[in-house]
């Protein structure tokens, strides 16, 4: 699993952990992943790590809790998506013709991963890839397929796609394959060993599956894909509760009279106040909602608070951050961590 990017259009809430440990629906983003793929038979996995490596290992283990074999890789500089592939080559089990399992760290999927392997030895492929439909494809890798199901060309981003199916961040290599991945330099999957395969008239196999499907990347997708996941709209074994309009983690606190719904999510030892209404949201361990405030499709990071009365739709607070009373923050608008906002000082603000 390729778990080592930096996470930039997260921040805040990456500046202290790692985009895969965020927690989504009660758990890190990485536990619905590490589920998921237990589910679909494999039994050992090694972690790509590169950005806050030393959190993977002292949260999962040895894996040993989810059933699972871990190893953890680090790369002490960037490598890319290919080169982080390449660079746990050592680690990997099995035959030179034996599928290996590639997962990007960022993407919540709910497609039939066995049956993409199945298809992988089917059709004997050197590398098979999830392809999903999206509506506006421009900002993804687009991947034209013939009617067998063949790909016939790798785009990434195109300003003028010429299908919406697109790259959805699963593949499933012949092992030997990856050996032949350029070692010990930075190697893009997408604009170099994908291409280059196709070049060579290597079989390159498309498994196109239109289940949920949602790229983690923003802080909206971000809210969307706990919520979803709460809800049950996005399978995982993995989300620690009854799936519903909300999830309240062990020690949390929340009023009679406050509303929260829209698969929203309060985190462990957190607080929500007398008549606070909490619409579709993330809210992380030791926050606190005070009385009448508002918050819609927001994350409000560890430990954060927002004040009696404060509106907040459509934005992130950082760990610790102090959103006095009375305030109204909307659309995109970012409190970094530790960051006070004085009562009723701000009707709208932006990267703060």
């Known amino acids: 699993m390729l778990v080592g990017g930096r996470g930039t259009r997260l921040r805040p809430l990456t500046l202290s952990a790692a985009k895969p440990m965020l ?6 983003f990485l536990t619905h992943q590490l589920a998921r793929a237990g589910a679909a038979g494999v039994d050992h996995v090694v972690l790509a790590t590169s950005y806050r490596a030393e959190t993977f290992e002292a949260h999962f283990g040895d ?54 392997v199945a298809l992988h030895r089917d059709r004997e492929a050197a590398v098979t890839l999830h392809l999903t439909h999206v509506a506006d494809p421009r900002a993804f890798g687009c991947v034209p397929i013939d009617n067998q199901g063949r790909v016939r060309a790798f785009l990434e981003k195109a300003a003028n796609p010429i299908t919406n199916l697109i790259n959805a961040g699963c593949y499933v290599f012949r092992r030997d394959v990856i050996d032949e991945i350029p070692y010990g330099r930075p190697v893009s999957v997408e604009r170099e060993t994908f291409p280059q395969l196709l070049e060579s008239g290597a079989y390159v196999a498309g498994f196109v599956d239109s289940s949920y499907w949602l790229d983690l990347g923003t802080p909206a997708a971000f809210v969307q894909g706990s919520c979803d996941l709460v809800r049950g709209i996005a399978p995982s ?116």
């Open 237 to 352: 074994p993995a989300v620690p509760g009854h799936l519903g309009d909300a999830l309240v983690l062990a020690g949390a606190k929340v009023s009679p009279s406050a509303v929260v719904v829209g698969g929203s999510c309060i985190g462990a030892n957190a607080s929500v106040g007398d008549g606070a209404e909490i619409h579709g949201c993330v809210v992380f361990d030791d926050a606190v909602i005070e009385g009448g405030a508002v918050v819609r499709g927001s994350v409000i990071g560890r430990g954060a608070r927002i004040g009696a009365g404060a509106v907040l739709d459509g934005v992130v607070i950082g760990d610790g951050a102090d959103i006095g009373g009375g305030n109204e923050l909307v659309t995109g608008a970012r409190v970094w961590p530790g960051a006070v906002i004085a009562p009723g000082s701000v009707r709208f603000s932006s990267d703060e």
């Open 23 to 28: 927690p989504t629906a009660g758990v890190p």
């Open 63 to 116: 894996g040993s809790a989810f059933g699972l074999d871990l190893e953890y890789v680090t790369e002490t500089e960037p490598m890319g998506t290919g080169g982080g592939i390449r660079n746990v080559a050592a680690r990997l089990r099995g035959a030179a013709d034996s599928p290996v399992l590639v997962f990007n760290g960022d993407v919540l999927s709910g497609h039939d991963i066995a049956a993409q």
